[in-house]
């Protein structure tokens, strides 16, 4: 099975169901945030603080690049899709999904999350970073799943019908 490449905007949700599908499928999980900070040793945070957004850019392409193509689930970092590879890489070696969350819905639920260095911006940063990677989700993926009113396991489960598995 190739495997299934979660994306979409911080706070969707795609670590969540990624775990979640992975105890449907018994296959490994990956969340490309999570792998890079135990390459460089330090959260996200610090190495923007460090190195800037366009190192940890370059590493996170890195990291997609070696994730394995078939039997696993991938949970990507919201913007993995800035770089053309791997827009490309999503869209041609995995299932994609993107599982599409509304503005409302990420404010909720990022409301007092500090972790994450581009949530961490005014309201209208984030509007506009919200809305600059809505296209480059959709060239990015397979499938839309609208995920502002289903719970995990639901989400989940949409993308299992989906993939016929």
């Not at 689930?73 to 993107?98: D, H, Q, Y």
């Amino acid at each position: 099975m190739k495997s299934i490449a979660l994306v979409g905007f911080m706070g969707s949700g795609k670590s969540s169901v990624g775990k979640k599908l992975t105890d449907y499928l018994n296959i490994p999980f990956y969340d490309t945030d999570e792998v890079v900070e135990n390459q460089l040793g330090m959260q996200i945070k610090d190495i923007f603080k460090r190195h800037g957004e366009d190192y940890f850019r370059e590493v996170e392409e890195e990291v997609l690049l070696s994730m394995p193509s078939d039997g696993a689930v991938i949970a990507t970092g919201g913007g993995i899709v800035e770089s053309p590879v791997n827009r490309e890489t999503l869209k041609n070696n995995f299932n994609s999904i993107w599982l599409q969350a509304s503005f409302p819905t990420i404010s909720k639920r990022l409301e007092a999350d500090a972790k994450r260095p581009l949530w961490n911006n005014n309201d209208q940063l984030k509007h506009e970073l919200f809305r600059s990677r809505q296209n480059l989700y959709q060239q990015s993926t397979v499938k839309i799943i609208k995920v502002d009113e289903l719970e995990i396991d639901e989400c989940a489960q949409e993308i299992l019908c989906y993939l016929n598995l």
